[in-house]
């Protein structure tokens, strides 16, 4: 299953962007969908992570209180409304998806890089 990004783009710091995540023909529903960033040089950061089946959402302690994770009611897209921006959020953010029936946080990086289904990331670039 490919999942497809979209939503990333250049904005000023203190600004907003909604990432959206889909995939074709796929429901949410009992699936976890995480949504990851990476720099080039540093490894993948895990951003939030939600469960659309039982609302479940975690986030990094980077971006709590800035970012919010949230899925469709038809349960088929994932959003990720990032908002008060900092030049340190600039990544290639991926959403990945994996069958899930444990919580988020059961499911690590390496769970969704051996099992998970991928984007191919959308570019976040955030100014000073």
């Known amino acids: 299953v490919q999942l497809v990004e979209s939503g990333g783009g250049l904005v000023q710091a203190g600004g907003s962007l909604t990432l959206s995540c889909a995939a074709s023909g796929l429901i949410f529903d009992d699936y976890a969908v995480t949504w990851f960033r990476q720099v080039p040089g540093k490894e993948r950061e895990e951003v939030s992570c939600?469960?659309?089946?039982?609302?479940?959402?975690i986030y990094a302690d980077s971006v709590k209180g800035r970012f919010t994770i949230s899925s469709d009611n038809a349960k088929t897209r994932v959003f990720l409304q990032m908002n008060n921006l900092k030049p340190e959020d600039t990544a290639v953010y991926y959403c990945?998806?994996?069958?899930?029936?444990?919580?988020?946080?059961?499911?690590?990086?390496?769970?969704?890089?051996?099992?998970?289904?991928w984007g191919q990331g959308t570019r976040v670039t955030v100014s000073s």
């Open positions: 990945a998806a994996v069958g899930a029936n444990l919580s988020c946080g059961y499911y690590t990086d390496s769970y969704y890089r051996n099992y998970g289904s």
């Open positions: 939600i469960r659309p089946g039982t609302s479940e959402t």
